[in-house]
């Protein structure tokens, strides 16, 4: 099962390398990869800015590098870890040179206790919106790993590429994210084994 996924990876991987080395001699090769990116990317980058109009200046911004810098592009990683890369890197950026957003996220990083009932957590699909809220409430720097681990699958060093930190860094952040989101996962599994031998 798992050589399935790493040749399916490594398959798409290629695919959008070929995109990427025929980006200014094909016609549609941009668009192609642009469509290809953009709901990954804005799923991504909503979940640092919040703004949906922020977020399509960002993913713009992130695809004119692709578009200036695609020549330069070595091959040491994943096309998909490239991209990512620089549209978190964009992301930030647009964040510190915002203050309304930046207060807002100094302010999830001090009120990261759920305060939802936990009879809220009723099925599997309330069970992944608990988890997905208390995701969002933890700080940025943890909230992005622990979405580029669990929600698009990227191993430790493609994190670290991605955020460009050390691989240890991002092993640091995930573990306190996970000690930040064990009550909650706690909490809710807890209620859901209840409610699935009720």
């Not at 399935?4 to 668009?31: K, N, V």
């Not at 990512?84 to 915002?98: D, E, S």
């Not at 669990?150 to 493609?158: M, S």
Request: charged share 35%.
């Amino acid at each position: 099962m798992k050589h399935q996924g790493e040749s399916r990876s490594a398959a798409i991987d290629a695919q959008d390398l070929a995109r990427l080395r025929r980006l200014r001699e094909e016609d549609g090769a941009f668009e192609a990869l642009y469509r290809e990116f953009y709901p990954r990317l804005f799923d991504f980058v909503m979940r640092i800015l919040g703004s949906p109009s922020d977020v399509e200046e960002t993913i713009n911004d992130t695809m004119l590098v692709v578009w200036n810098k695609a020549d330069e592009f070595a091959e040491r990683s994943k096309v998909s870890t490239w991209i990512f890369g620089i549209a978190y890197k964009k992301a930030l950026k647009r964040l510190h040179g915002n203050r309304r957003l930046a207060e807002r996220e100094l302010q999830l990083e001090v009120e990261h206790v759920d305060t939802r009932d936990p009879a809220d957590t009723v099925s599997d699909h309330a069970l992944l919106d608990r988890i997905r809220a208390a995701v969002g409430r933890l700080p940025m720097a943890q909230r992005s790993i622990v979405h580029l681990a669990f929600f698009y699958g990227y191993t430790y060093a493609e994190i670290a590429e991605i955020v460009d930190c050390p691989v240890n860094t991002v092993k640091t952040r995930m573990f306190y994210a996970r000690e930040r989101l064990r009550p909650v996962l706690d909490l809710a599994l807890e209620r859901s084994r209840r409610d699935g031998r009720g």
